[in-house]
């Protein structure tokens, strides 16, 4: 391509002139770039308003609940003894509480064990069962043995016993049961652990045995005297010169002892009772509270006969009686004895406790459950995993003492119930398979009752919190108490006193309040300066004069200016009442005076003017929740269905006793869905035995309850015995997804306990609200979509059908605001749809800009071309000018 040079031919100046030209065709591409300037303005201006609106919206959210106006405040005076929380149902008061014990978890310890893998038995199926429950009656403690020899005349020396790490005071006096029982108890407040002196018995032979008499005829004529004392108490007694059988005999002592006698009333006197006949060689004398019995013969000169006398020398005997004590542990922990010589109070060195006297009763309210132990698991390793992944009330864990060497056996199994409180006490019961008893080396590992044999240590009892309020004796099986104060829930700490304020939260109440107008003044001002005009500069905002925001602006005075509708019950229905006005700057200001007042006399309607509130003339129709397209007003409801639920309904009486044989397992199938799921259905094992009917509803429910599948799934039953002596088995969700369903798999069958009843399927809640259909779910009843009670939910609750009063429903200012924000903001909001148009917009002027300076590339194409034409042009005419210059010039010289 050739070297173009415009110009030079002509000496026009063809580039400048191009340029010139170009620079006037290319002045509309800056009116372009303006308004995209423009527009891009208003989006960056929409963006700041959607950041505006959008603090707005969550400046209202915590204002669209009616706990945000209603909260009390609960102010321990001791924190550290307890914390409080109370709902917008509890009334202001004050109240005095006392911690008198925490609640725990009942914990089990097995003995040591060399190995956690080894294997524990012969490997026999065994099916072992937990149960939760109660203990009743008896104590926990140890049961010692009769006092040592020497004690009733040389006492208990000093240092000889000491209980859980505190020496028991003690010396040469301490020469009794009760006496000893009483120095245990002076430390009970240290130790923990009380005693009790067991009642003194004589010996059952010292008078005879099978069924003779071993009491000899007494015989002084040598010349003596005999005397017979009981505890102090002359019985019997016979002067010198009688005869055998003329004084003292066996039948002589029991006439004494017989009746209203003098004898009989010193003995009463010295707390002492007489049981059996020396005639029949069954005497023998008792002290209830644990004080020895002194029995002495006292003789001088030549006597026979007597005590095991039968005609030989009496020269007089002396036997005293010793009780024994028991330790009871006031927290059922166990207790620790030790001392120079504790067997000298008849106990042994060591810890220990057991239940004694005591029965157990299962707690419907508790899980059971079942697990098997067979060679592959038969170890402690494999216990534990087994039981923790039963889920069903208890916990296990392998804790090692530390022990070592080769016999050591350091290795514990712990077990501890999930839950706290007294109900949570365990039973462990185990079970052989095919007729088979269970494997007795897990027996004596497991084996657990309270009531029974108790293989496991209990290491801590399961405790209930106990409390007083304002003096009233209050029980909670956790640590948190609610019940006793409405609306108040405490969470005990430790024990100890505190006193408690419940009071009206008007501090929280004001900042809620003040957070509203401070939320609408701050996007007012936002709005303002977005839409504003300066007459000074004759500049105005970015989205001034534009229709989204003064649509958006006049939406929300609108809204705070109209009264709210559907309140129910109060005189407060605008703003205005609370303290809240426009001011001439289009702000609003809030009259705290005025505020406060409503607070005193208002309290729990100022929610209504900020919160969407709802509220039935029957009180069985609560509230749940609403819909943004939910309309405020007040809407009748008619129930045509109730709510039901999913049940198994025995058709037979129970008898005294059902027996449930070995290797009993049911399946059961619990709140299943269609088409089925799978971990809605499940096999319990119950345990062999025989139940009366409240022990067998506790046990189906428990055992169902225990299954983890159920659990997780928030699925649970209820069993329960009728009036009419019948089984009934109940889901306790309802609705058409509320169904139980039982089946037998192995051993006793279903209708040893149901007859030949039938699962029935739970129903949906049926009605209409504000006469538009509504949608059933379980009690729930929604508002169909279209009408006013679009998404409005409600929970039906009562026994009766057909016309249940009205509900109103009520939208607060805050409510509505955050309603209108929504539709403001969001993908599909007006926001989003004005910025899209804008930028659309902006994507548009960006085409016909580009379109315009690909025309503008085509101009100054034609322009060089002509110009350049031009210049060859004026280029050719100067040369021929040229050559003819040079012609005529030449001519000329001719």
């Avoid at 494997?439 to 801590?460: F, I, T």
């Avoid at 129930?639 to 129970?654: E, P």
Wanted: aromatic letters at 4%; hydrophobic letters at 35%.
């Amino acid at each position: 391509m050739g070297i173009s040079s415009p110009g030079i031919g002509s000496n026009i100046p063809v580039d400048s002139i191009v340029s010139k030209l170009m620079a006037v065709e290319s002045a509309p591409l800056a009116d372009y770039d303006k308004k995209s300037a423009s527009y891009l303005a208003q989006v960056s201006a929409f963006g700041n308003l959607s950041g505006a609106l959008g603090s707005f919206q969550s400046s209202l959210s915590g204002l669209t609940s009616v706990a945000s106006f209603q909260s009390l405040i609960s102010t321990p005076s001791d924190p550290t003894v307890f914390t409080a929380a109370a709902t917008s149902t509890a009334q202001p008061g004050s109240y005095r509480v006392n911690i008198n014990q925490i609640a725990q978890a009942q914990t089990l310890a097995s003995g040591g064990y060399k190995s956690t893998t080894a294997a524990i038995g012969l490997g026999g199926k065994t099916t072992i069962n937990f149960s939760l429950g109660s203990v009743g009656g008896g104590s926990f403690g140890l049961t010692g043995t009769q006092l040592g020899a020497s004690l009733s005349s040389g006492g208990l020396t000093p240092g000889s016993l000491s209980i859980n790490n505190t020496v028991i005071a003690s010396d040469g006096t301490t020469r009794s049961a009760r006496l000893l029982a009483d120095a245990i108890n002076a430390k009970s407040t240290t130790t923990g652990v009380s005693a009790k002196a067991a009642t003194t018995v004589s010996s059952a032979t010292l008078f005879g045995a099978g069924g003779a008499s071993s009491y000899g005829n007494v015989d002084t004529s040598g010349g003596g005297t005999y005397s017979l004392t009981v505890g102090g108490v002359e019985i019997a007694a016979q002067t010198t010169g009688q005869g055998a059988g003329a004084g003292v005999t066996a039948a002589s002592i029991d006439a004494a002892l017989t009746g209203n006698t003098a004898v009989t009333r010193a003995l009463a006197d010295a707390n002492i009772t007489v049981t059996g006949t020396a005639a029949a060689g069954t005497l023998q004398f008792t002290n209830a509270d644990g004080s020895n019995i002194a029995i002495a013969e006292a003789v001088s000169g030549t006597v026979t006969g007597g005590i095991g006398n039968s005609g030989t020398a009496n020269i007089g005997s002396s036997t005293t009686a010793v009780g024994s004590i028991s330790l009871v542990s006031a927290d059922g922990s166990p207790i620790s004895v030790g001392g120079t010589n504790p067997a000298g109070a008849g106990l042994t060195a060591g810890v220990g406790g057991a239940y004694l006297g005591a029965s157990f009763a299962a707690d419907s309210t508790r899980t059971s459950g079942n697990i098997v132990i067979d060679s592959t698991n038969n170890s402690l390793q494999g216990i534990l995993d087994a039981i923790n992944k039963g889920g069903f009330g208890v916990t296990a864990s392998i804790v090692s003492d530390g022990s070592s060497g080769a016999n050591a056996t350091p290795n514990h199994l712990i077990l501890t119930s999930t839950a706290t409180g007294v109900s949570s006490t365990m039973k462990i019961t185990l079970a052989g398979s095919g007729g088979n008893p269970p494997d007795d080396k897990l027996v004596a590992l497991l084996g657990y009752d309270p009531g029974g044999v108790q293989n496991l240590s209990q290491k801590a009892a399961a405790a209930d919190t106990l409390a007083t309020v304002n003096g009233i004796a209050v029980t909670s099986s956790g640590t948190s108490i609610t019940g006793a104060i409405a609306g108040v829930s405490i969470s005990a700490l430790k024990v100890g006193s505190s006193s408690l304020s419940v009071s009206k939260d008007s501090g929280s109440l004001t900042n809620a309040v003040n957070g509203f107008v401070k939320a609408y003044n701050d996007l007012s001002g936002q709005i303002a300066q977005l839409g504003a005009y300066n007459p000074d500069t004759k500049t105005g905002g970015p989205l001034l004069g534009d229709t989204t925001l003064r649509n958006l602006q006049a939406s929300i005075r609108r809204q705070l200016g109209t009264s709210i509708t559907g309140l129910q019950g109060t005189s407060l229905t605008n703003l205005s009442q609370i303290g809240i006005a426009f001011q001439k700057d289009g702000t609003l200001a809030l009259d705290g005076a005025k505020l406060q007042k409503a607070i005193t006399s208002n309290f729990n309607d100022i929610a209504g003017l900020f919160a969407a509130v709802g509220h039935g003339s029957d009180p069985d129709v609560k509230f749940a929740s609403s819909g943004t397209n939910t309309k405020a007003g007040d809407y009748a409801i008619n129930i045509t269905q109730l709510a039901t639920q999913g049940t198994l309904q025995g058709t037979a009486v129970l008898p005294a006793e059902t027996v449930i044989d070995a290797d009993t397992t049911w399946t059961v199938t619990l709140n299943d869905t269609k088409p089925a799921t799978l971990s809605n259905t499940a096999t319990i094992s119950l345990p062999a035995g025989s139940y009366n009917p409240s022990q067998l509803a506790t046990l189906l429910q428990s055992s169902i309850n225990g299954v983890s599948a159920f659990s997780n799934a928030g699925a649970t039953v209820t069993a329960t015995v009728g009036d009419d002596g019948t089984l009934k088995l109940a889901s306790t969700s309802y609705g058409s997804k509320s169904n139980i369903h039982l089946a037998t798999a192995t051993g006793t069958d279903i209708s040893a306990a149901f007859g030949g009843g039938a699962s029935v399927d739970g129903l949906d809640v049926a009605g209409t609200i504000g006469g538009y259909t509504a949608t059933g779910s379980g009690q729930t009843l929604t508002g169909s979509p279209g009408a006013p009670v679009d998404g409005l939910k409600l929970t039906i609750g009562g026994d009766s059908i057909g016309s249940r009063g009205s509900f109103g429903f009520s939208q607060g200012y805050a409510y509505q605001l955050n309603s209108l924000a929504a539709g403001y903001l969001g993908a599909k909001g007006a926001i989003a749809s004005r910025t899209t148009g804008l930028n659309n917009t902006v994507k548009d002027i960006g085409k016909q800009k580009d379109a315009f300076a690909s025309r503008l590339a085509d101009i100054e194409a034609r322009y060089r071309a002509q110009y350049t034409a031009l210049d060859t042009s004026i280029a050719s005419m100067n040369t021929t000018a040229s050559f003819l210059t040079q012609q005529f010039a030449a001519l000329a010289k001719q």
